[in-house]
């Protein structure tokens, strides 16, 4: 990851000092930070009176207050975080943004088009609005990865230990890419495959192998364990295996089923994106 452009996407509170694992990491590998001080626009609060074609929309007095306050406290912080940034020497910019929530995800998309990879903040996941729609933005309509827990985690960008969560699927795969220049300077990579069919439609003869070689063939330390999931949810298992080997990063694809399906039953993705003691790196 050296040498990199990272999207980091944060909230109207977070503060350097909250983002100062992530910055010491970018401190030492080079990395160019472009970030965005994000925030959903106040929902239009309309009101209807009135019958037929002669209703009248009625707009509350306070809706625009309410903009501006949104506005100016992201600008706000922005301006604290570009003065420290640039006061400490990194190379970065900072920009506020500020959108409808249904907009949230074509301004994340069109600024990660220039970037190696995607970091969203632990306060910007508390955000009621802002957490899906950049998730869904970085997940489906750019190439590169998302990391989640990873901008207070010291060894998200410098891993030493990285469980792949491996299943010979096209989200997985560009996990796997997305993850390269974090797998080349790990210590140890395990490709991990849960509950493997050994077929030749599915995951191969020997399950893992595949990947594990074309890992090795770009340097990185590498060993394939096969696991039976035991009939608990591949999530849990995930996260069960991680804590095991003391994984400093999780590498996985995200939404291998349709995001309705995981949204009403649940799934992996889902588990994963949950839960805030792991750093971990999707792809979809």
């Not at 007095?61 to 501006?68: L, N, Q, R």
């Not at 039976?228 to 298992?237: D, V, W």
């Not at 039953?265 to 979809?284: C, F, W």
Request: net charge negative.
């Amino acid at each position: 990851m050296r040498n990199a452009t990272i999207l980091l996407l944060v909230d109207a509170d977070d503060q350097p000092s909250e983002l100062a694992p992530l910055l010491d990491s970018v401190r030492d590998l080079g990395i160019h930070l472009s970030v965005v001080v994000m925030g959903a626009m106040p929902r239009m609060p309309v009101y209807a009176y009135g019958a037929g074609e002669y209703g009248v929309i009625a707009f509350p007095d306070g809706w625009t207050d309410s903009i501006e306050e949104t506005r100016a406290r992201l600008e706000a912080n922005a301006t604290v975080l570009r003065d420290d940034l640039g006061r400490q020497g990194y190379s970065a910019e900072v920009e506020a943004v500020m959108a409808e929530p249904v907009a949230l995800d074509a301004e994340v998309a069109r600024r990660a088009l220039t970037c190696d990879l995607v970091v969203i903040s632990d306060g910007l996941r508390d955000e009621s609005d802002a957490p899906s729609q950049t998730a869904q933005a970085a997940l489906f309509q750019i190439p590169v990865g998302l990391l989640i827990n990873g901008a207070r985690r010291p060894r998200a960008l410098q891993p030493e230990r990285v469980l792949l969560a491996w299943n010979s699927g096209l989200p997985a795969a560009r996990a796997a890419h997305a993850a390269l220049p974090l797998l080349r300077e790990a210590e140890e990579v395990t490709v991990a495959v849960f509950d493997p069919v050994a077929t030749p439609s599915r995951d191969g003869e020997n399950p893992g192998s595949g990947m594990a070689q074309w890992l090795s063939h770009h340097g990185c330390k590498v060993d394939v364990q096969q696991y039976p999931s035991g009939g608990i949810e591949i999530g849990q298992a995930i996260l069960d295996r991680a804590r095991e080997m003391q994984a400093d990063l999780v590498v996985m694809g995200a939404y291998e089923h349709s995001r309705m399906r995981e949204l009403i039953l649940g799934g992996t993705t889902r588990t994963m994106m949950a839960q805030r003691e792991l750093p971990v790196l999707l792809a979809h």
